[in-house]
C-alpha cells in the first residue's frame, strides 16, 4: 500500500516550457488535490477533484489546468512555465472521515 | 481576514517536556474540521490529529492531543513528552462545510525545535 505517489520528484524548467506532474492513490479515495507551498508558508490549493470525471478551481488556479484520468490518477499541468510557478507541489488524496493523505511533493525550480 | 492564524513562528522546547503550539481559526461555519499536519526537513505532510466542530471531546492520538476550545476559536496542539523526532514544521488546517470539495485552507506554520 504505497498511498500517494507523486512523480517527478525534482524538475528544473525554462520560463515557456511544460510539464505534466503526475499523482496516483491506491487507497480507492473519490476525491483528489494539488496543493502548492511556497518558502515559509502553508499550502495553498490549486485545483481538486470531487470524483472520477469531475474537476474545480481551487484558491490560486491560473496558469494550470488538470486531469482526473480515472479514479486513482490526477494530473496538472504546467502549459507554459513562469519564475512564479517555482513551488513543492503536493498532491493528496481524501478518505471517507474527511482526513487528507499527501504526497512526498515535487519541487519545481523555474528559471 | 487570515481564517488560520498560528502565531508562533519557531518555539523551542527541551526534550521530554510538554509543548503547546497556538492555532486560532475564523469561521462562520456550524460545521468544520480542524487539522494539524507535520513536516519535517525531508518535506513530506504527516496527518497527526483531527477535530470535528462537534466532538464533544478533545481529540488525542498517542503523545498529541488537541485542546480544542470552541467559543475561542482555538484548536491547540500539544505534544507531550518531547522526542528529538519532533522537531519540524506543525500546520494548522481547517476544513469548512461551505467550502466545495472540502478544501483545506492552512495557517502559515509553526516551527518547532527540540534540544537535547
Known amino acids: 500500500n504505497a498511498g500517494v505517489t507523486q512523480t517527478p520528484k525534482f524538475q528544473v524548467l525554462k520560463t515557456g516550457q511544460s510539464m505534466t506532474l503526475q499523482c496516483a492513490q491506491d487507497?480507492?479515495?473519490?476525491?483528489m488535490y494539488w496543493y502548492r507551498q511556497d518558502p515559509g508558508m502553508g499550502l495553498r490549493l490549486i485545483y481538486y477533484?470531487?470524483?472520477?470525471?469531475?474537476?474545480d478551481k481551487g484558491e490560486v488556479p491560473n496558469g494550470y489546468n488538470v486531469s482526473r484520468l480515472n479514479k486513482r490518477e490526477f494530473s496538472l499541468r504546467l502549459e507554459s512555465a513562469a519564475p512564479s510557478q517555482t513551488s513543492v507541489y503536493f498532491c493528496?488524496?481524501?478518505?471517507?472521515?474527511?482526513?487528507?493523505?499527501f504526497g512526498p511533493g515535487t519541487r519545481l525550480l523555474v528559471l | 481576514a487570515q481564517k488560520i492564524t498560528q502565531t508562533q513562528p519557531g518555539m523551542f522546547v527541551q526534550e521530554k517536556e510538554a509543548v503547546t503550539l497556538d492555532c486560532t481559526y475564523d469561521?462562520?461555519?456550524?460545521?468544520?474540521?480542524l487539522f494539524w499536519y507535520k513536516q519535517p526537513s525531508s518535506g513530506e505532510m504527516i496527518f497527526l490529529i483531527y477535530?470535528?466542530?462537534?466532538?464533544?471531546q478533545n481529540a488525542t492520538e498517542g503523545r498529541y492531543s488537541l485542546n480544542f476550545q470552541k467559543a475561542r476559536k482555538s484548536a491547540n496542539l500539544v505534544i507531550s513528552a518531547s522526542q528529538l523526532g519532533d522537531s519540524a514544521m506543525y500546520f494548522c488546517?481547517?476544513?469548512?462545510?461551505?467550502?466545495?470539495?472540502?478544501?483545506?485552507?492552512f495557517g502559515g506554520g509553526t516551527r518547532l525545535m527540540v534540544k537535547p
Open positions: 493528496a488524496s481524501r478518505d471517507n472521515q474527511e482526513t487528507q493523505y
Open positions: 487507497m480507492n479515495h473519490n476525491s
Open positions: 477533484s470531487a470524483s472520477e470525471g469531475t474537476t
Open positions: 469561521t462562520s461555519d456550524p460545521s468544520y474540521g
Open positions: 477535530q470535528g466542530s462537534y466532538d464533544q
Open positions: 488546517a481547517m476544513r469548512e462545510l461551505s467550502n466545495a470539495g472540502n478544501m483545506l485552507t
